[in-house]
């Protein structure tokens, strides 16, 4: 789990090939992205929450390959299909997503 604000992983490249290093900016882009829509996600939720951002929908959201953002979002603390997030106190936004509705 990774707590608010979200910081995406990005990787490194200190060689020349001109293919690989567009790649790495495309990354550094999409990570970009996906930082942003999930903290401005969290920013709108009370403090003390639990919340899951599934990859694909992140991905249908911000307009970006769903591959690339499953791939950034598995390298930051996520898994195979999204990544767990919370604001707030760690144990409190636990407490509040195993309260019955």
Known sequence: MKQYPVSIARRSYRGSDPKRRAKLIESYRVAARIEEY???????????????????????????????????IMATDGGSNGITCWKGDYERALANLRKPT
């Not at 920013?43 to 899951?52: A, I, M, R, S």
């Not at 990859?55 to 690339?68: H, Q, R, T």
Request: hydrophobic content about 45%; cysteine-free; aromatic content about 6%.
């Open 38 to 72: 999930i903290n401005e996600e969290l920013e709108k939720l009370p403090d003390d929450t639990v919340k899951v951002f599934l990859s694909y929908a992140v991905a249908a959201s911000i307009g970006e390959s769903e591959s690339m953002v499953q791939e950034l």
